[in-house]
């Protein structure tokens, strides 16, 4: 028995329907089986995938929504408040938030006690975010446990790693006896048929497909056998794509004529009945088609439990199957997965001395002995970390921030969206529909749809991201080579070409819908409409409209990179803006106009955006310039921002009008200041970001807040008699644009770290 006193488990739990929640409660179950008084003393934090979670049981005493970024600091505090002393995270990208699941090294960064992480995932080739993101959870870990010995090569080499903190600790199994006396088999109807088995959710890239097509070589010399494929439809896979993927199996099936030799089971069952189909299988298949598959719960379960195993030399099957313990075939060889099947089927003799090696191995895997060692992990844990002084937390940025963001809210812009597109005005927080439409809007609400499934990977935004995306392509003329901007709400079109702005916000939003698509259709439509557009900007003289178009070209080239003429058209139009500076700008006036107007921070923004990735050090250096300028401006002696009016807007005489302020003018600023930041990692960015932010929030000449929390809504300005109550669509869409760009900070600050 170990004697520290408490420990909790971080990671999907049972009910959710997957391998990790399989994982994680069959962990929790092993440990508590070595502890004492495990009621007390071990609990489950429980990842939730959709907003209702589940009905855990009383060991997850805590849940956490996956993209709710809050949740995971709220997580912290409870286990540092009821004073845990180890926790235990299972690791995998896609159950996480934000993107390839960062949201959740603000959890580990601010836990108090030592922290093991299990990893379920290690890529070969990870892109340049998942590479931070594994070596920042190393980093504030403990240990890092992996479940093959191939891991430990990729996190030393690949992600350089230090040995000292890689434990390998098998997938553990269940601790049952093959039972091979045919009952189960006669209960399935299956009496004297010759079972080969599959199991697990089913999703592109097991490989079944190939299986099935192995069969009729397979029943021509053994009629009897029948291929059970055990299994629900991902639930990921069927939110997204319905039960496509199963019906495509079915067709597979009915066209070879295998209706009676190929079965499906499409249930998620219990280990009791999942140890009897095991028990009952000839050969277990496990075809999985990726390479860099580095465990997999269903094949240690089924090598465990003394199956005859057939498999493709995917990275865990070629470490647990090796001497003997199993068969591989290549990948996608139909021919060498029915010939070895059929080798087994007819040899007696080899498929046992399989199945028995298999077993043997097995019994240092059963989850008792997982359980043991990860119990005396934790005691190393804490051995190794009582030397170590504990961070002080208020010291974090990600902790004094991110508290102060609102949950971002997507319900009045829903309100304010038809099936036609965003509405412009509001009466109130009703919609007015005797404004209709324009294309500035849409784009910018496309933006904001965009950023949020980025930062979320929420589904429910991709019908809106469709519906702002039509509404773009219907406003393109082809005639013109431009895009129209007002439209009735009859769907008239108002005018044959918008403005040189309404191009360049056209271009900015189509270039972040490339960036941040959900999938590729969204994404070749949103590049292709990019594209079309993109040659009328070549003649604009607007440098709001040159701004605009800047950075909608760097958001395009975060996916597009190689396009030259994207590359060539970025640096010409920012080298027009940089040369206005050269013109009008002097040491007490660091500005590029006579008069400073609307969407201002936008061309520092796009100033430090191209110098920081042409290169070009001294426009980046005269965007930070122009932008500190514009805070000083904007800062009255109490220290809040006091936004330029649009009544009379700022002068180089220095007149200035106080009213109206206009809530576009605060969220370029919190973008410029975000761009600054990323390009600097100066954390003075950071808090100005913040500061503007408080605008919203009632830190402005009023002191009234102009957003509205419950409904995601925000109203149209500040006016010398009060705040305009009228919600529309640029004040909305400039409120969740910046407070998904505070969001975006939290991740980059993060990187940046690195």
């Known amino acids: 028995m170990s004697d520290f006193k ?65 949740d995971y600091l709220c997580a912290a505090d409870f286990l540092n408040l009821h004073k845990f002393d180890v926790a235990i995270l299972q690791h995998e990208f896609g159950i996480f938030g934000g993107s390839y699941g960062a949201d959740i090294i603000h959890m580990v960064k601010n836990l108090r006690m030592p922290v093991i992480t299990t990893l379920h995932t290690i890529l070969e080739n990870p892109t340049e975010e998942q590479r931070i993101i594994t070596s920042e959870l190393a980093s504030h870990s403990e240990a890092l446990v992996v479940m093959a010995h191939k891991a430990r090569s990729l996190l030393m080499e690949v992600y350089g790693i230090d040995e000292g903190k890689i434990v390998h600790i098998p997938h553990g199994i269940p601790d049952v006896k093959p039972d091979s006396s045919g009952t189960f088999r006669k209960q399935l109807g299956l009496e004297g048929r010759r079972i080969l088995l599959t199991f697990g959710l089913l999703s592109p890239g097991k490989g079944i497909e190939g299986m099935i097509n192995a069969m009729p070589a397979i029943l021509k010399h053994h ?45 998620f069952v219990d280990i009791e009945t999942l140890t009897k189909y095991i028990s009952s299988a000839a050969v277990y298949v496990s075809p999985y088609l990726n390479k860099e598959q580095i465990v997999s719960g269903t094949l240690a379960y089924a090598m465990g439990l003394g199956a005859a195993i057939v498999a493709t030399p995917y990275w865990y099957a070629e470490e647990l199957l090796a001497n003997g ?118 784009a910018r609400a496309l933006i904001v749809a965009g950023m949020h499934y980025s930062l979320f990977k929420d589904k429910s935004v991709i019908p809106l991201i469709q519906t ?79 701004a605009f178009g800047i950075v909608g070209l760097q958001a395009y080239m975060e996916v597009f990179g190689g396009d030259a003429n994207a590359r060539r058209l970025r640096q010409e139009l920012a080298e027009k803006l940089f040369a206005l500076f050269g013109k009008c700008a002097s040491k007490d006036w660091p500005w590029c106009e006579e008069i400073v107007t609307y969407a201002n921070a936008k061309i520092p923004h796009a100033l430090i955006l191209a110098g920081q990735w042409i290169p070009d050090p001294r426009m980046h ?51 410029a200041c975000a761009e600054a930041f990323r390009s600097t990692a100066d954390m003075k960015w950071m808090e100005e970001a913040k500061r503007c932010l408080g605008w919203f929030l009632g830190q402005n000449d009023l002191g009234e807040q102009v957003c509205v929390l419950e409904t995601g809504g925000c109203c149209d300005g500040i006016e010398a008699i009060g705040v305009n109550a009228n919600q529309g669509a640029e004040s909305t869409l400039s409120w969740l644009m910046s407070l998904l760009t505070m969001y975006e900070i939290m991740v980059d600050e993060v990187l940046v770290e690195r």
């Open 468 to 546: 702002y995306l039509s509404f773009m392509h219907h406003s393109f003329n082809p005639e013109k080579g431009s895009f129209r901007n007002f439209m009735s709400y009859d769907r008239r079109w108002l005018e044959e070409a918008g403005s040189e702005d309404s191009q360049g916000r056209s271009i900015w939003g189509l270039g972040v819908a490339v960036k941040c698509a959900p999938n590729e259709a969204i994404r070749n439509m949103a590049a292709s409409l990019f594209l079309e557009g993109l040659s009328a900007m070549e003649t604009f003289i607007s440098p709001r409209a040159w």
């Open 325 to 442: 313990r199993g068969v591989i075939v290549p990948f996608g060889s139909v021919d060498s997965m029915s010939k070895e099947i059929c080798a087994l089927l007819k040899n007696e003799k080899k498929r046992s001395a399989i199945c028995k090696k298999g077993y043997a191995m097995g019994r240092s895997m059963v989850w008792q002995e997982v359980g043991k060692s990860y119990l005396a992990l934790t005691d190393e844990a804490l051995k190794r970390r009582a030397d170590k002084p504990i961070q002080q937390i208020a010291e974090r940025i990600d902790a004094r921030i991110i508290y102060e963001l609102p949950d971002v809210n997507l319900s009045h812009l829903k309100i304010m969206t038809d099936d036609t597109g965003m509405l412009q005005h509001a009466k109130y927080s009703m919609p007015d529909r005797h404004h209709g439409y324009c294309v500035d809007d849409n």
């Open 621 to 671: 250096k005269t965007g930070l310039t122009a932008l500190e300028w514009l805070l000083e401006q904007q800062t009255p002696p109490e220290g809040h921002l006091s936004i330029i009016g649009n009544a009379d807007w700022h002068n180089r005489d220095g007149s200035s009008a106080t009213f109206d302020q206009q809530p576009i003018e605060a969220m370029s600023l919190i973008e």
């Open 6 to 70: 408490k420990i909790a488990v971080i990671g999907n739990y049972l009910p959710r329907r997957c391998g990790i929640a399989t994982f994680t409660t069959d962990l929790c179950n092993a440990i508590a089986g070595q502890m004492e008084d495990e009621a007390n003393n071990l609990v489950a934090i429980a990842m939730d995938d959709v907003e209702e979670g589940y009905d855990y049981n009383d060991r997850v005493k805590f849940q956490v929504r996956a993209n709710v970024l809050s």
């Open 223 to 267: 009629p009897d056998a029948v291929f059970i494929i055990l299994g629900e439809t991902h639930p990921h896979i069927k939110k997204e794509h319905g039960d496509s993927y199963r019906q495509s199996l079915f067709l597979q099936v009915r066209r070879l004529g295998l209706k009676e030799s190929v079965l499906f089971h499409n249930r």
